[in-house]
C-alpha cells in the first residue's frame, strides 16, 4: 500500500478489540508493529492470545522514550485523550497518527455509508447495514458496533459497501476519511469530560462531512437546531428527517404516518404500527437509515421491507422478560440522559428506573423533568448515584434506592414492582466504574433479570 511506504514502525495504544485489530492490519504491511497499553496490569497473555499468528511487541506501563525516535506512525485507541501526555509525545515528535478509522479507510476500495450522533446510532447502523445486505451481500457494518473496520476494510471491493457507526472519539483522528454518505442523528450533551463544551462536541460530530462534496450525500435530523444550522454550510447535499418539525425535503413522520417529502408534494411510506421496535424516537432512526439506503441506490420496496421485519439491537431498549406481569427492558446502551428519557418515554406503564454508572460530568436534570406521570422508583447504582439523588431531590422526587450495583438493583426491582409496571435499565451514564462496557453490565442485567 503507497501510503505506507516509508513506514517501517508503528505503534499502536490500546490492546481492545480496535486496536488488536488494527495491529493485526499493520502487521501485514509494515515491519515492525509494537502495541502497548499503559496501564501496567494489561493482561498481556490475553493479549498475546488475540494477536496469535501475528509478529507484534507487546508494551505496557510506561512508553520506552527510544520507542518515540524510531516510530513512524501511531494508531492511538478511541480512548487515548488528544489531551494525553502520551498522546502529546507522539505528536511533538510530529509522528503521523492515524485512529483506527483512518488507518482502515487508508484500505477501503468500495463505498463508504458513516453514521454519527449523540443518540440511536446502533440502532441505525445495524438497520442500514441490513438494508443494504439484503440489496448487496458485499456489506460490512463496522466502526463502533463492535466490529472493528480495520478487521473488514481490505476485504473491500470496488462494489462494497461500508456501513460504519463512528463516535465523537474515533472522528478526533480523522483526516482523509471520505464517506460517501453520512448521518448526524443529533447533538446533545455527552462527552463533556473529554470535549469540554457542546460547540466543541458538536464541531467534531460535524466533522464527519469534512471531506464530502455536493455529490456526496448528508442526512441530518430537521428537529436538532444545530444541525438546521449546520445544513446551511455542510458541505455535501444534505437531505432532512424530522419528526416533530416538517422538513423542506426528505422524511417525515407525522402522526401516524412516514411520508416522503419532494418537490413540495407528500408520498406515504409507511405506517408506524407497522414498525416492531418501541419508541418513538425510533422513527427517526428508521428514517435516517431509510434516506441513506435510498441515496444508496437501495429500491424503495425492499428498503421498507427491511424496516418492517427489524426487531432492534441488543442492550437498546430490549425486552428481557415478563415475570409476574413485570415487564423487564436493558437499555445498557443508554449512556446518556437523552438517551434514558427515549427509553423511559418508550415504556407503556409506570417505570422502575435503574441509573447511574460511570461520572462523564454532565447534568441529569434533563432526565428527572420526564418523571412525573412516569416513573414511580429510581434505583440507582454506580459512582453517580449521589449526584442523580441529589438531582432528583431537587426535582422534588424522593423515592430513590441505593443499590450499589446491577444484580442488587433487580432484587430490589423485583421486590417492589407490581403487575402492569415496567423495569427498566437505562444508566444515563458510561459503564466504565464497575464493567468494561454497556455490555458486560447488559449481560449482567439480564442474567440477574433471569435468575429472578
Not at 13 to 41: C, M, P, Y
Amino acid at each position: 500500500m503507497d501510503e505506507l511506504k516509508g513506514i517501517k514502525t508503528a505503534c499502536v495504544i490500546g490492546t481492545g478489540v480496535s486496536g488488536v485489530s488494527a495491529a493485526k492490519l499493520l502487521s501485514r504491511h509494515v515491519e515492525r508493529v509494537i502495541i502497548f497499553d499503559q496501564n501496567e496490569k494489561t493482561d498481556i497473555e490475553r493479549v498475546k492470545e488475540m494477536l496469535k499468528g501475528y509478529e507484534c511487541e507487546i508494551l505496557t506501563g510506561e512508553l520506552p522514550r527510544e520507542i518515540l525516535s524510531c516510530v513512524n506512525l501511531c494508531v492511538p485507541s478511541p480512548g487515548v485523550f488528544p489531551e494525553s501526555d502520551i498522546f502529546k509525545a507522539f505528536k511533538e515528535k510530529n509522528i503521523k497518527i492515524w485512529g483506527e478509522i483512518e488507518l482502515a479507510y487508508r484500505f477501503e476500495k468500495g463505498k463508504v455509508i458513516a453514521i454519527t450522533g449523540t443518540n440511536g446510532k446502533t440502532t441505525t447502523t445495524t438497520l442500514t447495514g441490513e438494508i443494504l445486505k439484503a440489496w448487496n451481500p458485499a456489506t460490512f457494518v463496522v466502526g463502533n458496533i463492535g466490529n472493528p473496520y480495520t478487521s473488514e476494510a481490505e476485504k473491500t471491493s470496488e462494489g462494497s459497501f461500508s456501513v460504519a457507526e463512528i463516535s465523537s472519539y474515533q472522528l478526533e483522528t480523522t483526516d482523509t476519511f471520505h464517506p460517501t454518505i453520512t448521518a448526524i442523528l443529533n447533538i446533545t450533551p455527552d462527552h463533556l469530560d473529554r470535549h469540554h463544551t457542546m460547540d466543541e462536541y458538536a464541531r467534531v460530530k460535524e466533522s464527519i462531512c469534512q471531506n464530502q462534496e455536493d455529490y456526496d450525500t448528508c442526512v441530518l435530523n430537521y428537529d436538532d437546531d444545530r444541525l438546521r444550522d449546520f445544513g446551511e454550510r455542510c458541505p455535501a447535499n444534505v437531505v432532512w428527517f424530522g419528526r416533530l418539525k416538517k422538513p423542506p425535503k426528505g422524511v417525515w413522520c407525522s402522526g401516524e404516518h412516514i411520508y416522503m417529502i419532494e418537490d413540495g408534494s407528500l408520498r406515504e411510506l409507511l405506517n408506524v404500527n407497522e414498525i416492531r421496535i418501541p419508541g418513538t424516537h425510533n422513527y427517526e432512526n428508521i428514517m435516517a437509515a431509510f434516506a441513506m439506503a435510498i441515496a444508496a441506490g437501495v429500491p424503495e420496496a425492499l428498503a421498507l421491507d427491511v424496516i418492517r421485519n427489524f426487531k432492534g439491537v441488543e442492550h437498546r431498549i430490549e425486552f428481557v422478560k415478563e415475570r409476574k406481569g413485570v415487564r423487564y427492558y436493558n437499555d445498557s446502551k443508554g449512556t446518556n440522559t437523552d438517551a434514558a428519557i427515549k427509553a423511559v418515554e418508550a415504556m407503556k406503564g409506570p417505570v422502575i428506573l435503574i441509573a447511574g454508572g460511570y461520572d462523564k460530568k454532565s447534568g441529569f436534570d434533563d432526565l428527572l423533568e420526564v418523571f412525573p406521570g412516569r416513573v414511580k422508583e429510581l434505583v440507582l447504582v454506580g459512582e453517580t448515584a449521589d449526584k442523580i439523588e441529589e438531582t432528583a431531590k431537587r426535582h422534588g422526587f424522593s423515592n430513590c434506592v441505593h443499590a450499589g450495583d446491577i444484580k442488587n438493583a433487580v432484587s430490589i426491582c423485583a421486590k417492589d414492582a407490581v403487575p402492569g409496571d415496567y423495569v427498566l435499565l437505562s444508566p444515563a451514564c458510561a459503564s466504565w466504574d464497575q464493567f468494561k462496557n454497556f455490555e458486560e453490565r447488559g449481560r449482567v442485567f439480564k442474567e440477574a433479570v433471569n435468575e429472578i
